[in-house]
């Protein structure tokens, strides 16, 4: 175990601060897709039936009235849904952002070696190129990581809409 937080730590010097930010930044999103899909998998099911039960013991289906009802019922429960995702979304937009701001201050490093030592010592720029092409990398595994989850909560709430919209019918009589 202490060999493993060693090599974390290792691993975060080697990449810089930007690369904490952007562990930071992950962690945080993973959190919030975790809440989103137990919220989804979990709760949200007692509250549709709740939702359900309302509308099945309204008297009147058929007016405008009961079509606004219907339809506000069904944003409440598309918003509480969302919850999230939106911000869940920018995170996973920052994370190659972040990524190329690591790139820059590695980069930045490299050159003041070059400045410094000559462009002749390669051993002194490696750890500025290493400190460069590292959080860039981290900053890419989160956005995919993030994009893939996001994607499925997305496309989740979409069915979960289509599906609340079928079992609450408006009563037309034609």
Excluded at 89 to 116: K, S
Aim: proline share 2%; hydrophobic share 50%; aromatic share 6%.
């Amino acid at each position: 175990m202490v060999e493993f937080l060693e090599a974390i730590r290792d691993f975060a010097e080697t990449g810089g601060q930007v690369l904490l930010v952007i562990g930071f930044l992950i962690f945080v999103m993973w959190l919030l897709i975790l809440e989103r899909v137990l919220y989804i998998l979990i709760w949200h099911k007692e509250i549709k039936n709740d939702v359900l039960s309302q509308w099945q013991e309204r008297q009147d289906k058929t007016s405008w009235n009961a079509e606004q009802i219907r339809q506000a019922a069904i944003s409440r429960m598309v918003m509480a849904l969302n919850g999230s995702i939106p911000i869940i979304q920018a995170l996973v937009a920052l994370c190659p952002l972040l990524g190329l701001m690591g790139t820059v201050t590695g980069m930045i490093e490299v050159f003041d070696v070059m400045a410094i030592s000559g462009s002749g010592n390669a051993r002194s720029m490696a750890s500025g190129v290493s400190k460069a092409t590292i959080p860039t990398m981290a900053g890419m595994v989160g956005a995919l990581s993030g994009v893939f989850a996001s994607t499925w909560l997305t496309r989740k709430v979409k069915t979960e809409r289509a599906h609340l919209e079928d079992q609450i019918q408006l009563v037309r009589h034609i």
